[in-house]
Each structure stands twice: as C-alpha cells, then as structure tokens.
C-alpha cells in the first residue's frame, strides 16, 4: 500500500516499513526469471536493479576481462536501435541504465520516473537478448577500458588491492582482476563477445527488482511483456567456484609506482561467504575492528591516536563465495610500517580476547538502527530485494533481522573472529613511491 | 520573535516550510516529510576557504576535523559512538563558501543531534594534542589528493583562474599552511564564525514543525550571537587573455581541463549557464547522494568520444557566492592530443555561440533536471541538504524557484551565455602530460 507523504509513520507501524513477505511481490516467470517489486509512491521515481549468472569465472586466463568486456559492449547497439538511439532515449527523459560485470555475475541498475519505466525496460530487454556488438563501438570500447586499466596501473589503492587479491587467493578464480590485464583485452575479438553473450546471456537465474512509483503488479505485467518470451535452451549453466587452498604462511607484497605522495596498505585474508553460519557474527565482529563509529577499534588506534592515516577501516565482503576479509588504510610512505605494526596489534587482540559486552552491544544497536536509513531511497530497497534472492535470506529476512543480530554473542564473534584472521597467515599488500 | 511561516510548495510534494530567525541571529529552516521515521538535522556555517587567507589556507577544513574531537561535554568517542549506536550517521563537509555538519537519525533519536551540534557549536576544546595528531590525518589526507593527477590539474587550473579571489586555493588547503598552523590560530578561526548568527540550521523529516520548533529553541536560543568579524573580499579581476597551465607526472594519461570564468548561483545568467552545461556535457547532479545520469548524446561527447579524441568528457558548474569556474574535463584518446580535443571543444562552442540551440533541445534539459529532482526527493537527507545550501549560496526561494526558472531560460539566453562566459579570453587551459622516468612520453 502507498504511504502518502502526509501520513503521520509511528512506532507502532515502523516495523512493517521494513520489507517483508505482505509487501514485496516476488514471482518466478516460466523461462525462470526472478522478478522481486515493492512500491514507494513518496517520489515520482523508479529503480530497476538486477543481475546475470554470466560474470568472469566464465572468463578464459588469456581474455580476461571478456564477460566485464561483453556486457560493457551491450548498449552499443541493438538490431533495433543504435548507440546513439539508445542513449538518446535515455537521456531525453533523464533516465539512466548502467551495466557492468562482476565476479559471479553481470548486474545492471537504471532509473527513471515512473512514467519512463516501460522505456527502461524496453532498453534493458534490448541490450541483454539483442546487442549486435558494431565493430566500431566494439573497437572504441577497447579503447575506454584499455585507458582505465592505464589509470589502475597509477591507482596505489588499486593496485594494492589486486596484488592483496593474489596473495590470498593464489591458483583461484577471485584472484583474477573482472576488468583483465591490457593483454588480455587487446587478445579479445569482436566474435568473442557474441560468443560470450550467445552461451552465457539467458533467462535462467535472471533476477530483476523493481521499486519505485509503480503498483508492483503492474511492474511485474512489464517485465513479462518483454523478458517472458526469452527463451535459450542452450544457456550455459552458472559456472562452479573451486575449493580455496588454505594458506599456511604470512605474505607480503609491495608495489613501487613512482611520483606518489601516499601509500596504500591492504591486509587480511580470505573471509565467510554470505550464506555461512558465521557471517553476521564476523559481521558484527568487524564492525568492532574497524567500522562502528570512526572506524572502529583500528580508526581509534592508527588514526585518532596515532594521527597515522587519512583512512583506515576494516570490510568484509561476504558474496557467494569466500570473499575477502580485510583492512586497508592510507598512509604517509614513512608510515607505513608502523601502521602495519599497530594494525597487527589489534587484530592479535581481535583473535585473543572477546568483544567487551558494550562493543558488541553498540554494534548490535547500529545494524537494527541503521536499517531505515539504508532502506530509504528506492535504490537501497532494490538492493536488499536483490540480496533477499541472491543469498536465499527469506523475504521474512528484514523483519527477522532485529533478533538475528541480538542473538548473536561474544564468543561467536570470537570463533568466527579465529576462523578466519590467523595473524600467521595473513597478507599484507602494499602500494606507493619506493 | 514572530513566527514567519512561508508556505512555499515544491511540485508535487505539497509539504510546507517554516523559515525564521532567531533573537541570536540563527537562521532556522524546517520541513516535515512523513516518508520514512528519519530526521536528518544539518548546520551550515557560513565559512569556507573563500575566507582563508595566503598563510592560513586550509583551516576552515582543520577546523570541521577538530569538530570531531570532542567538548568539555562530549568526548570524541563518546559522540561517534552515541549516533553509532542509534544507527544514525552523521558527518561534515567543507567547501569554498561553507562547512556544514549534519546527522541522520531515526526520529525518536533526533535530541542526539540537538545535543551535540549545540554544544560543540562553541564549547570544542581543540587540545594541542588532538591538533598535533590530527594535523598528520590532514597532512595524509593532502598527499592522498596528491596521487590523483586530477587533483594536480584541479589545483593548478584553480590558481591560475584566480589570481586575487581566495578561491586561489584547494579547500584542503597548501601544504606550507598545514605545516605551520597552530592550535590558537585553529582556535581564533572557530571561535569567531561558529556562532549562531553566521550559521543556519536545516531540519527535514518525520516531525511536527511546532515540537521541533520547540526544541529548536531549547536547544539553541541561549547560543549567545558572536563576533563574527566581517571578512574583506577581494573580487577577481575580469580576466583579459588566454591562461595556460601544464602539470608534469608520471602517468600513462594525457587530461585536459578547460575552466571558465561564469556568474554565482543568484546571478540571472547562472541558469543559463546550467542549461548550457547540460547542452555541452551533460546534466550536473544537484543532489548530495545517489549518482547523475550518464552524458552520451551531449555535444562533447558525440564531438569528442565518439570521434575517438577522447575516452571521457565531464563538464561541472557548481553553485557559488561568488564567481567562480564552469569546467570542461576530459581523458585524452590515447590515439588523439590535447591540442585536438580543446579546438574540437572550440568549434562545438563556436556553434552554440553562432546559433542559438534548439526548443526542443531546451525542453530536454528541462525534463533532466525534472527527473534529477525527482531522485533527490527520494531522500529526506537530500532535502535537508537542498534547504541549506540554497540558503548558503543564494536563498531557499532560490532552489524553489529553480525548475520554473530554468522553464523560463530561452535559446536566445542560452546563446547569449556561450557568447559572454565561453570566450577564450575567459579562459584556463590545464593540461596534464604524463612522463616516464622524468621525460614526456
């Protein structure tokens, strides 16, 4: 039901402002498309965000980059309509539509007001069943990517991050940068990118959200009037993710780019996937260590105390699978040990002593607290609409959450804490000047 | 003090604003929106680094990060944690005209916000060393901006374009300055604009305006008026020939920026200068949070990327007090050189300032802005936002008014535009060329 601007929201009904099973709308389509809609008539606006089982595990070593490489191609022409007709259509109306590629997956968001929503959804049939890849915009494409990979190689909290992902995850899939190395993406030819899309691109795990100013009834009428006739017996099924060797030793790697004023550290290890037991305990745990308030315990030791850095935080990525669990920081090049030093003091305590009641307490108090606010716009709605279904949490999830999160305790944050930060083991990667 | 409710109505969202000044000289601005149980409660001072002088660059930011380090009342930890705790966020940005503080609450929660903005409005203590520590953060903050090329550019372009306005400088300030402030100079910069009759206050959200008015005044009222010392500008000379900068670094990427002298936000043109950018680059997002749309069917870039000259372009006007900078941004083709990509922005200048754009071209800026408001109204931290930074800039009538003004822009203005702020005479050219061990490539 549309909650109307002037209509007083009391405590009473705050809970049911959180999504759950009486007001998403979640139905499956015959060719196996996900569709989730939930309504907000607060703003004349609409989101639609989604994903594709079709990301870079599907990619080759040697054309790294190829799945990231097709999807970014897509808009560049459809049998129906040109690069230009596309954006054109788009951008006369202020719409906008963006696609991208990721590990596990190819995702795309767009938003537009309400009354633009059968466009956007016209378009985005468009560019997933019928790109034609032009050679032209193929080429000029390689070009744009070519020239982001030249600005990584400058980037010193890029490049941290992609030899920290080579350290943890040595001889596996997460290790490979999505966007590939220049090599990779000049090896890639236009033939690929159809081949890419024709095996990997159909309805089968598709899954689309739609929040916004729009009955979700009618939504879902939309996106069946152009996605429910998709059909591709042949699509490829989502590909597996192998096991991740353990690590037995401490790594470190440094990167020298020359010219830069600061370094950028980051230091952790292979962390739960969404779906593990652990993961809101670790969760809550590495709020502690470096999110709740000013970052936590570690913006408190390097950059409240220390004065040593600008940022330093720690995240935890979850995911589908054993995304990485690790702190990054920016500092000084002379720095750059003693941060790493006070960095590993805290994570020893982290994996030695539990959380104090209070810590754990406060960071309790902030997941429930904050879920409003990260619930407000439209497009932090169809986010958590998208995890619902990625991660299979029940559409019940958010209504549940509140007692998920009280329940947890110390002690499992301290197991999950020592399941996975093994301060032998851990990967220290280091970008900046020499 | 009489209560002067304005009833102002943005289309479609028929919720009222209350504006009124305190006996101290506070400028208060409420509007309720019932959308989700959020409060989002913003103070804006009207100090930024338009006030800073050669020598103390930089302190209107040192100032917003000691803001953050706790009173008499509150200690630093205790008031991260305190808003932490309830799920609120909070934060501060500091810019050329201002610094604002602001949180989001839920709306049971919103006397935490009263609480600590009141206090530390006057009662920060800026222990010697909290500066000494926070000046490393500052100093680590700067050389992170330094690792962006575009920063360099940014900066070098910025000084160029004005040679007596403070805008000179980066809001970060220069290294020289942040070497060399200290804790009384802090001190002095806080104590004589953090005062009531220097700032506004903007609160948005799940309220009753006359309980909020309540604890407004509970709140704040008794915030003596302050010194507030006036500042003497220094207006940039209109500028009488082409400027050019170069910035060497290592780097495998040529950038361009090019920067134009333009009005400041309460200026008849200034509108026309926004449909213009939307012309040229694209829309400029108004909106604090969530992203723009993209710019591929603007003149740069059909006449620039699509003519592989160059991979991206971006123009940016911002609303300012004073005069200040309408910029053109581009990552030059790999294939392609500075030099083509400014005399292919030229030509495209030359055809708006020849011929005044379309009806119908005009009617698409205006429905881009239309949808950019609409996504910003989903947001009640964005309204908040909107409230005080229209005030911080021009008035709230201003942001208002905005979309029927910009109804009211016609070719001709538009063309008008081009031909009086796109001259060349008007304008910085920045180019960053990269090198390789010291030698261009």
Redesign the interface.
């Known amino acids: 039901m549309p909650?109307h601007?002037?209509?007083?929201?009391t405590?009473s009904t705050?809970n049911s402002?959180l999504p759950g099973p009486d007001d998403i709308i979640r139905i499956e389509l015959a060719n196996g498309i996900v569709i989730l809609s939930r309504a907000?008539f607060?703003?004349?606006?609409v989101v639609i965000s989604g994903y594709l089982p079709a990301g870079a595990l599907f990619d080759p070593d040697q054309k790294l980059g190829l799945a990231d490489f097709t999807v970014s191609a897509l808009m560049r022409g459809t049998n129906n309509r040109s690069?230009?007709d596309i954006?054109?259509a788009?951008?006369?109306?202020?719409?906008?539509l963006?696609l991208g590629g990721a590990t596990h997956t190819i995702g795309f968001n767009g938003?537009?007001?309400a009354e633009d929503l059968d466009l956007l959804l016209d378009l985005l049939a468009e560019a997933l069943r019928r790109p034609i890849f032009p050679e032209e915009q193929v080429e000029?494409l390689r070009?744009?990517l070519?020239?982001a990979l030249?600005?990584r190689?400058?980037?010193?909290g890029q490049m941290a991050s992609l030899a920290f992902d080579k350290l943890v995850y040595d001889g596996h899939p997460y290790s490979r940068p999505e966007d590939g190395y220049p090599e990779t993406v000049q090896a890639i030819t236009r033939t690929d990118l159809q081949e890419f899309h024709r095996e990997h691109f159909g309805p089968r795990g598709m899954v689309i959200t739609i929040v916004g100013a729009v009955d979700p009834a009618q939504a879902i009428d939309k996106v069946s009037h152009c996605l429910a006739d998709w059909d591709h017996p042949e699509q490829t099924e989502p590909a597996a993710l192998p096991p991740l060797n353990p690590r037995s030793e401490a790594k470190t790697e440094r990167v020298t780019?020359?010219?830069?004023?600061?370094s950028d550290i980051v230091l952790g290890t292979a962390g739960p996937s969404r779906r593990s037991e652990d993961f809101l305990a670790a969760s809550l745990g590495n709020s502690v260590l470096g999110q709740?308030?000013?970052m936590g315990r570690l913006g408190?030791a390097v950059?409240?105390?220390?004065?040593?850095?600008?940022?330093v935080g720690s995240t935890l990525s979850g995911g589908v699978g054993p995304g990485p669990w690790y702190v990054s920081a920016?500092?000084?090049p002379d720095n750059v040990e003693q941060a790493i030093d006070l960095i590993n003091k805290e994570i020893s305590r982290f994996v030695t002593e539990p959380v104090s009641d209070e810590e754990l307490a406060?960071s309790q108090?902030?997941?429930?607290?904050?879920?409003?606010?990260s619930?407000?716009?439209?497009?932090g709605v169809a986010a958590a609409l998208r995890n619902l279904e990625r991660y299979q949490l029940g559409l019940d999830y958010y209504r549940r959450y509140p007692d998920l999160i009280k329940s947890i305790t110390s002690e499992e944050v301290l197991v999950a804490a020592r399941r996975y930060l093994d301060p032998r083991t851990l990967a220290v990667a280091v970008a900046g000047p020499d | 003090m009489p209560k002067i409710a304005i009833l102002c109505y943005i289309p479609g969202m028929q919720t009222p604003i209350t504006k009124l000044t305190l006996e101290n000289g506070l400028l208060v601005l409420l509007r309720e929106i019932r959308s989700a149980p959020l409060i989002s409660h913003w103070v804006w001072y009207r100090i930024g680094s338009r006030n800073e002088r050669a020598g103390s660059t930089g302190i209107s930011h040192w100032v917003e990060h000691m803001q953050f380090k706790g009173t008499s009342k509150h200690s630093s930890s205790v008031l991260d944690k305190a808003i932490s705790r309830e799920g609120g966020m909070w934060n501060a940005f500091t810019h050329l005209d201002w610094t604002t503080y602001f949180e989001i609450l839920p709306a049971e929660k919103i006397d935490l916000a009263f609480s600590l903005e009141a206090d530390r409005m006057s009662n920060s203590l800026f222990d010697p060393d909290e500066v000494s520590s926070e000046r490393n953060v500052i100093i680590s903050e700067r050389q992170g901006n330094e690792n962006e090329p575009y920063f360099q550019l940014t900066e070098e372009v910025q000084a160029a374009a004005f040679r007596v306005h403070s805008y000179h400088h980066m809001v970060i300030g220069d290294m020289a300055d942040l070497q060399t402030i200290e804790r009384d100079d802090l001190y002095r910069h806080y104590r004589n604009y953090y005062v009531p009759n220097n700032a506004v206050l903007a609160i948005a959200g799940d309220f009753d305006t006359d309980d909020m008015l309540s604890k407004v005044r509970a709140a704040y009222e008794s915030i003596p008026a302050g010194n507030n010392p006036p500042h003497k500008f220094r207006a940039e000379p209109p500028q009488s020939g082409e400027r050019r900068v170069t910035v060497e670094g290592p780097a495998e990427t040529t950038y361009v920026q090019m920067a134009y002298h333009i009005p400041p936000a309460h200026h008849p043109d200034f509108l026309a200068m926004m449909v213009l950018d939307s012309l040229l680059s694209g829309p400029s997002n108004l909106n604090l949070f969530g992203s723009g749309i993209s710019n591929k069917t603007s003149l740069l870039y059909l006449a620039l990327v699509e003519q592989e000259l160059a991979v991206s372009v971006h123009g940016g006007v911002q609303a300012t007090q004073d005069p200040f900078l309408y910029t053109i941004s581009s990552i030059v083709h790999p294939a392609s050189s500075a030099e083509k990509v400014i005399s292919t922005v030229d030509d495209q200048i030359k055809r708006l300032q020849d011929q005044p754009p379309s009806g119908d071209s005009l009617a698409r800026a205006l429905k881009q802005a239309r949808a950019l408001f609409a996504y910003g109204s989903e947001s009640i931290t964005n309204q908040a936002f909107w409230l005080g930074i229209s005030e911080m800039v021009a008035t709230y009538d201003w942001f208002l008014q905005f979309l029927d003004n910009l109804a009211e822009i016609t070719p001709h203005d538009v063309q008008r535009a081009a031909q009086t702020y796109l001259r060349p005479q008007n304008r910085i050219l920045g180019v960053y060329q990269p090198t390789e061990n010291g030698k261009l490539v």
Do not use: C
């Open positions: 909650i601007p002037n209509t007083h929201i405590n705050f402002a907000n607060n703003s004349p606006s690069f230009q954006f054109n788009l951008e006369s109306v202020g719409a906008s963006g938003k537009a007001l000029r070009a744009q070519l020239t030249a600005i190689v400058q980037d010193t780019i020359p010219g830069k004023s600061q709740f308030g000013m408190e950059r409240e105390k220390a004065g040593l850095a600008y940022y920016g500092v000084n406060d108090a902030n997941f429930v607290g904050r879920l409003p606010l619930l407000e716009s439209n497009a």
